[in-house]
């Protein structure tokens, strides 16, 4: 089975910093790799698709990019409102299914 | 607006059965693939299993509830449903029902059913 790895698993930021989460698949995924928001109480927001399509609604200081084994989210100007945990997740056709990566908890 | 409704969550002793139901609304619904996603406080989501939206309606499963667990669907009713058998202490989680984005992430989910199985 293909593991999914994030680091770091949480960090502290200042409003308006620039933030990368990485997430690392143990084999190449291709592109097939989504990022969520999870606020406190809340269910995951669907931020990426595809390691790079920001899903419709996604503030554009959204950004994926990678592909293969490494991937990284990034936000461009921290704003409060991003507090919350990040998860990546991986898509795999052989067998089917979908993997989510621990966690990355983003402070302000 | 689209909108997803998890029923039939609750308290089941160890070996126990529970059948969580889904019921949608805001889109066309038999033309989704749809799963079911699982949380634990403080640890990530895990998911449990999808089903096709096309009439063979193929499921596969995460190797740990595979046997006992049974993803349906009803696209007449647009709903879907989760049967759980042989429930076990690691069953114990919140359920979220999820409709799959282009086969490759959920881009809906539901507010949760909360399962716990315990003595």
């Known amino acids: 089975d293909i593991q999914m790895t994030q680091s770091p698993s949480s960090l502290s930021a200042s409003i308006g910093d620039r933030v990368t989460i990485t997430c690392r698949a143990s084999?190449?995924?291709?592109?097939?790799l989504a990022w969520y928001q999870q606020k406190p109480g809340k269910v995951p927001n669907l931020l990426i698709y595809?390691?790079?399509t920001l899903h419709s609604g996604v503030p554009p200081r959204f950004s994926g990019s990678g592909s293969g084994t490494d991937f990284t989210l990034t936000i461009s100007s921290l704003q409060p409102e991003d507090v919350a945990t990040y998860y990546c997740q991986k898509y795999s056709s052989a067998p089917p299914g979908f993997t989510f990566g621990p966690g990355t908890k983003v402070d302000v | 607006e689209v909108q997803l409704v998890e029923s039939g969550g609750g308290l089941v002793q160890p070996g126990g059965s529970l059948r969580l139901s889904c019921a949608t609304s805001g889109f066309i619904f038999s033309r989704f693939c749809m799963s079911w996603v699982r949380q634990t406080p403080g640890k990530g989501p895990e998911w449990v299993a999808t089903?096709?939206?096309?009439?063979?309606?193929?499921?596969y499963y995460v190797d740990s509830v595979k046997g006992r667990f049974t993803i349906s669907r009803d696209n007449a009713k647009n709903s879907l449903y989760l049967q759980m058998n042989s429930l076990r202490a690691d069953d114990t989680a919140v359920y979220y029902c999820a409709r799959d984005w282009i086969d490759l992430a959920f881009d809906h989910w539901g507010q949760g059913a909360l399962v716990t199985v315990s003595s």
């Open positions: 084999q190449d995924i291709s592109n097939y």
């Open positions: 595809g390691a790079s």
């Open positions: 089903i096709k939206h096309d009439e063979d309606g193929d499921a």
